[in-house]
């Protein structure tokens, strides 16, 4: 495989509208709220920061409206360096994702997708070549997805939120990124009941064809299943538990995105999958001390915790 340590990224792009407030209104109740915050969000935009600022040279593909909230969805990605030459301007609204917060941390989130609907297969089947790791997520269009994972050398999917897609997309990826709830509707999707122990769910995943498989298990760390070359193991996985890196969380929007980014650029790089894995543990954990999503991003690798 080629280490030209590209990522491409395609994926959705918003504006995050956040607002604070004591606690959640109920049905047709209005409460008076502390704070509003207009920020950059979606999990392709996020994951592509991520992955530019963990080293990768990282161009988004995506779509965004022509209103003030396309130049807030973006803003951070242009300002990192991602490549942007390729996200596209609809007449649909930027996407945005309505956040309410209550005084304990509990949100509730509303996503109006808009432009992010755009990103169709034709579209992704009209970019020509796309160059080194691929990744991508379930906020745009499943078919979109299909065609992209087909297109590309090496996929790493983080399927979240979990769409059904074509079984062989899922086959495809190296690695499935998944947390354990995610898993479980995964494994739906090719007709398994989940296992309890995520060690077992890895184990299914695999199983099922799926080249290798990250299952993110916050506080506890990562899993990392992969196939064994060796004959010599009964079930041929070879699983390895990558720790956490302890932080003190302030708010862990956007820590999933950061993970995923981090292990692509690592991936890109020339890692093997686990030291992919440490890396991207650390840079998480560096993004949850932090409030807000891509504002939380570390911008220099100086500021990893853990060696």
Do not use: C, W
Not at 13 to 23: E, G, K, Y
Not at 115 to 136: F, W
Not at 272 to 286: D, K, N, P, Q, T
């Amino acid at each position: 495989m080629s280490h030209h340590r590209t990522v491409t990224v395609i994926g959705s792009s918003n504006a995050d509208l956040a607002v604070s407030m004591d606690r959640l209104p109920g049905p047709g109740e209005t409460v008076l709220a502390r704070s509003f915050v207009t920020s950059p969000g979606g999990k392709g935009a996020n994951q592509a920061l991520a992955a530019r600022l963990a080293g990768a040279e990282t161009e988004f593909v995506g779509a965004v409206g022509r209103d003030p909230h396309a130049e807030v969805a973006l803003g951070m990605l242009a300002e990192a360096g991602v490549d942007l030459s390729r996200v596209r301007r609809v007449d649909e609204p930027t996407g945005i994702a309505l956040i309410s917060i209550d005084a304990a941390g509990e949100n509730s989130i509303a996503v109006v997708p808009g432009a992010n609907a755009t990103v169709t297969a034709d579209v992704v089947g009209g970019l020509g070549e796309v160059r080194g790791v691929v990744v991508l997520q379930g906020e745009i269009p499943a078919a979109a997805v299909e065609r992209a994972a087909a297109a590309a050398e090496r996929v790493v999917l983080n399927l979240a939120p979990v769409i059904a897609v074509d079984p062989d997309v899922i086959r495809a990826a190296d690695p499935l990124v998944v947390n354990e709830h995610e898993a479980a509707l995964v494994l739906e999707q090719f007709g398994s009941d989940a296992p309890e122990a995520p060690e077992d769910a890895a184990r299914a995943l695999l199983g099922h064809g799926v080249r290798s498989v990250v299952i993110t298990l916050g506080a506890a760390g990562s899993l990392v299943a992969e196939h064994m070359t060796t004959t010599a193991n009964d079930d041929g996985a070879r699983l390895s538990t990558v720790a956490a890196v302890r932080a003190d969380a302030v708010d862990t929007t956007g820590a999933g995105d950061a993970y995923t980014g981090a292990l692509a650029a690592r991936l890109a790089a020339g890692d093997e999958l686990v030291a992919a894995a440490g890396f991207a543990a650390r840079f998480s954990a560096a993004s949850v001390a932090k409030p807000g999503a891509q504002a939380s991003y570390p911008r220099t690798l100086d500021e990893l915790p853990g060696a």
